[in-house]
């Protein structure tokens, strides 16, 4: 299975950016994807999360009413939806899959993409 995100670039304070992660590469039997977030020298951290069957979602209370991630099943596609930036929002964003469960921990996930680069500047 391989995960390609894209969508990242530079925008300025306030703007909004789309996020998208495609799936391929084989039977995709993953229960749980979500958005991981890291700067340089920093942990990755918990963005948001999705429940790809039931279509159920978590956020980091950093993003919560901000952000907001979908999937569409038929093209099995992972979105994160992105309003209201900030220069704190600044990171490589990365899509995630686990065939197991939700978790906010990034050892716990299978399959990782390439990471997308979001720059929140004036």
């Known amino acids: 299975v391989q995960l390609q995100a894209s969508g990242g670039g530079l925008v300025q304070p306030g703007d909004s950016l789309r996020l998208s992660c495609a799936v391929s590469?084989?039977?995709?039997?993953?229960?749980?994807m979500a958005w991981f977030r890291q700067a340089p020298g920093k942990e990755r951290e918990f963005v948001a999360g999705?429940?790809?069957?039931?279509?159920?979602?978590s956020y980091a209370d950093s993003v919560k009413g901000r952000f907001t991630i979908s999937r569409d099943y038929t093209k099995s596609t992972l979105y994160l939806q992105m309003s209201s930036l900030t220069p704190e929002d600044t990171d490589v964003y990365y899509c995630?899959?686990?065939?197991?469960?939700?978790?906010?921990?990034?050892?716990?996930?299978?399959?990782w993409g390439q990471g997308t680069q979001v720059t929140v500047s004036s």
């Open positions: 995630a899959a686990s065939t197991a469960a939700y978790s906010i921990w990034p050892w716990q996930y299978d399959y």
């Open positions: 590469g084989g039977t995709f039997s993953s229960n749980f």
């Open positions: 999705i429940w790809w069957g039931i279509g159920s979602t």
